[in-house]
């Protein structure tokens, strides 16, 4: 069994993700994450893929994590601010949405 590298991890995940197949996204992801937890690039694609999966707690869990590390990483903010709305914590989700605006991102 051949072991596969990083690179060929993140390359079929982001082919997964090009084609809608978050689910799948996720997965290679997750793995990928689990050896390289500072992965950014990664770990913000994974909160996506959770969030287009529906997967909203684990989107919420990613996007806490990156906003904790990179708190003017605005991408993470809106997703942080999207998967607690689609949760119904809208209170919550107000402050990172507003962030994210402020940095640029809707």
């Given at each position: 069994?051949?072991?596969?590298?990083?690179?060929?991890?993140w390359?079929?995940?982001?082919?997964?993700?090009?084609?809608g197949?978050?689910?799948e996204a996720?997965?290679?992801?997750?793995?990928?994450?689990?050896?390289?937890?500072?992965?950014?690039?990664?770990?913000?694609?994974?909160?996506?893929?959770?969030?287009h999966?529906?997967?909203?707690?684990?989107?919420e869990q990613?996007a806490?994590?990156?906003?904790?590390t990179?708190?003017?990483?605005?991408?993470?903010?809106?997703?942080?601010?999207?998967?607690?709305?689609?949760?119904?914590?809208?209170d919550?989700?107000?402050?990172?949405?507003?962030?994210?605006?402020?940095l640029?991102?809707?």
């Amino acid at each position: 069994m051949t072991v596969e590298t990083a690179d060929r991890r993140w390359d079929r995940a982001t082919y997964h993700a090009e084609l809608g197949q978050w689910i799948e996204a996720a997965e290679v992801l997750a793995d990928l994450v689990a050896d390289e937890p500072d992965a950014t690039a990664a770990r913000l694609l994974l909160a996506r893929a959770y969030f287009h999966s529906a997967q909203l707690r684990r989107a919420e869990q990613e996007a806490r994590v990156l906003v904790e590390t990179h708190p003017a990483e605005g991408y993470a903010q809106l997703l942080l601010g999207r998967a607690l709305a689609r949760q119904s914590r809208h209170d919550e989700a107000a402050g990172p949405l507003k962030l994210a605006a402020a940095l640029g991102v809707s």
